[in-house]
């Protein structure tokens, strides 16, 4: 691959940097990214009126815009329906988001679309994170996982999805199991999945490699933003997952979305999604956007990456604010005298404050075996965060979610 594909030169990058905001910000006028003219085209241009940058997702040879839809928070399919229209093609869904009704509405939204117009990704959990799944091998397990994959191509009204994702992975027996990759490599025999991957908001770097290593995938989704402490070991493992013909797509970009609880501060959006998406072995990513204003807002990126001072100012506000974004690096879990799942916790309350969205959040915290007090009578919190965050005071807050009905959020 040549050193000016993909919109961005990769030397530029490189020079440009990772390491740290405080580098970016040394690199005057940053990168100006020209949309190419032979990767295709979207259907429609970015607000700044050139075309939208288009990329190949390694060896899928799938092509699309680097703004894609992340599906999860959306509940009007008339957004849904503008993101295509306006040129996105990629939607990103799950088997479990809004209990199965994400991946209806995106089904009722694609009728009667030409199938080569969009893709469609969505995720099941492996033996390792759904209960129902824990434990069981080979056929055993193949059989229920297949049976949710006829049921999520049900809901969507499609014989088949481009991408299928083993949903959630932190380790490597996640992505190296045997079992998981036999059904995985069913499934696209079978034709019911175009391309198989699997995605990752924690232990980012390693789940990437041990992905490489299992050389039974196409495609990687993983958490990637300005907030992370290691995103320079990040970039280099999405570099590593590139060079071996792996498709990689960002999620999290915005990194919760606000500074602040009260959400009084808000991240800018443009800034952090162009950050991210200045790394060339980037495909695309998958913003969370729910609204025409939001799409509006992430679409306008779509053909001008390029950061200015000020956006790269505004990005450096997370050196000294903790903001809402856990990076999942389980450090504080150590220090917990009750063992608590505390990323998990501390994802829910970003779900909550950040994304607005209360669903979600429930549905973590009810899925822990915790109770509606997990803290109990701890005298202090012993739990620290390397961010900065009041776990205990987190903790306590998010909880409360475990004791309403979940018909409360249906």
């Known amino acids: 691959m040549s050193d000016k594909t993909n919109g961005f030169g990769r030397r530029s990058f ?98 009667g679309r030409p199938r080569d117009s969009y893709l469609v990704a969505t995720k099941i959990h492996g033996p390792f994170r759904d209960k129902a799944l824990v434990g069981l ?67 980012e770097p390693a789940v990437i490699r041990y992905t490489i290593a299992a050389k039974a995938y196409d495609v990687i989704l993983t958490g990637y933003n300005f907030m992370m402490d290691y995103r320079e070991d990040l970039r280099r493992a999405v ?36 950050w991210v998406l200045n790394d060339p072995n980037v495909t695309t990513a998958v913003p969370g956007f729910t609204t025409f204003d939001q799409l509006k807002e992430d679409w306008s990126v779509v053909s001008d990456i390029s950061l200015s001072p000020e956006e790269i100012k505004d990005l450096r506000l997370g050196e000294s604010v903790a903001g809402l974004y856990c990076q999942q690096c389980g450090r504080c879990v150590a220090g917990c005298s009750r063992a608590l799942p505390i990323p998990d916790l501390m994802r829910g309350y970003m779900y909550a404050y950040g994304y607005r969205n209360l669903q ?10 915790i109770d509606g007090n997990p803290c109990g009578d701890c005298a202090g919190c012993t739990a620290a965060c390397v961010k900065g965050f009041d776990v205990a005071d987190r903790v306590r807050d998010i909880s409360r979610l475990k004791n309403i009905p979940g018909d409360f959020f249906a």
């Open 14 to 111: 490189l020079k440009q940097g990772l390491t740290g905001l405080a580098a970016i910000g040394a690199a005057p006028g940053v990168v100006k990214a020209a949309a190419l003219g032979g990767e295709g085209t979207a259907p429609s241009a970015g607000q700044a009126g050139g075309r939208p940058i288009v990329r190949t997702l390694g060896r899928t040879g799938l092509k699309m815009p680097i703004v894609s839809m992340g599906v999860m928070n959306a509940d009007n399919p008339a957004v849904v329906q503008a993101a295509l229209d306006t040129g996105i093609t990629l939607l990103d869904t799950a088997w479990g988001y809004q209990r199965g009704r994400n991946e209806q509405m995106i089904g009722e939204v694609v009728k």
């Open 360 to 369: 979600a959040a429930h549905e973590l915290v009810g899925s822990l075996e």
């Open 137 to 203: 091998k080979g056929e055993a397990f193949e059989k229920p996982f297949l049976a949710k994959l006829d049921v999520c191509l049900g809901r969507l009204g499609l014989d088949y999805v481009d991408i299928l994702y083993l949903h959630n992975n932190t380790e490597a027996e996640h992505v190296q199991d045997e079992g998981v990759i036999a059904a995985f490599e069913k499934a696209k025999k079978s034709g019911k999945a175009r391309f198989v991957g699997i995605t990752t908001h924690a232990n």
């Open 239 to 274: 570099a590593e997952a590139a060079a071996a013909g792996l498709g990689v797509i960002a999620m999290k970009t915005q990194a919760g979305v606000y500074w602040d609880k009260a959400k009084t501060q808000k991240i800018n959006m443009r800034a952090a999604l162009k």
